[in-house]
Nanobody, 118 residues
Framework: QVQLQESGPGLVKPSQTLSLTCTVSGGSITDNYYCWNWIRQPPGKGLEWMGIITWRGSTYYSPSLESRTVISRDTSKNTFTLELSSVTPEDSAVYYC??????????WGQGTQVAVSS
């Protein structure tokens, strides 16, 4: 089974870039029909889909975040990353990496808390 683990700093200063890595095991990020997502949940709010990278490396982003979001991958390490620039305290959230296979068989990482604060 696919397993995912988020990692990265738990505290980011305003105006800086939030960078997270998702390490994947039990499957390859290049396997056909697998997609790899970033989703976040601010305190007291619902889940927000941020973006995705497909098995072919194509990326798609939420329109509200596209201007400051980059998702990339390192196939040699079987990881994919999230970079969110120009962060504000409103970007404080639990960040999850999430896989899906053919829009099914969803697997979630356990999430990592990121606080944006000076």
């Amino acid at each position: 089974q696919v397993q995912l683990q988020e990692s990265g700093p738990g505290l980011v200063k305003p105006s800086q870039t939030l960078s997270l890595t998702c390490t994947v095991s039990g499957g390859s990020i290049t396997d056909n029909y697998y997609c790899w997502n970033w989703i976040r949940q601010p305190p007291g709010k619902g889940l927000e889909w941020m973006g995705i990278i497909t098995w072919r490396g194509s990326t798609y982003y939420s329109p509200s975040l596209e201007s400051r979001t980059v998702i990339s991958r390192d196939t040699s390490k079987n990881t994919f990353t999230l970079e969110l620039s120009s962060v504000t305290p409103e970007d404080s959230a639990v960040y999850y990496c999430v896989s899906d296979y053919n829009w099914s068989y969803i697997y979630w990482g356990q999430g990592t808390q990121v606080a944006v604060s000076s």
